[in-house]
């Protein structure tokens, strides 16, 4: 999918929920999730969280910072995204 915008990737119904979440928290935190945040909200164990951070970066999905903390963006267009369950 390379030189295909962000916006036109497609996702999961779960995929598009993790993103949903990032997005609104870094909005109303100021700063991206921390992948126990997600955990917590999602109720899923650290491996699962983890495992979908990759799934997502490998896609394009999302963009982190190696060994950053907190550094993950969310480059799809939020009109896209569905409702945070």
Do not use: C, N, W
């Not at 949903?20 to 870094?26: E, P, Q």
């Not at 950053?68 to 799809?76: D, N």
């Amino acid at each position: 999918m390379a030189g295909v915008s962000p916006s036109a990737k497609t996702f999961t119904l779960r995929q598009g929920q993790y993103l949903a979440y990032i997005h609104l928290y870094t909005r109303l935190h100021r700063r991206p999730p921390a992948e126990t945040d997600i955990q917590e909200y999602f109720r899923v164990s650290p491996p699962s969280v983890h495992q979908m951070v990759l799934t997502l970066e490998r896609a394009g999905l999302i963009r982190r910072q190696p060994r950053t903390p907190r550094s993950i963006e969310v480059p799809v267009d939020s009109k896209l995204l569905p409702e945070p369950i």
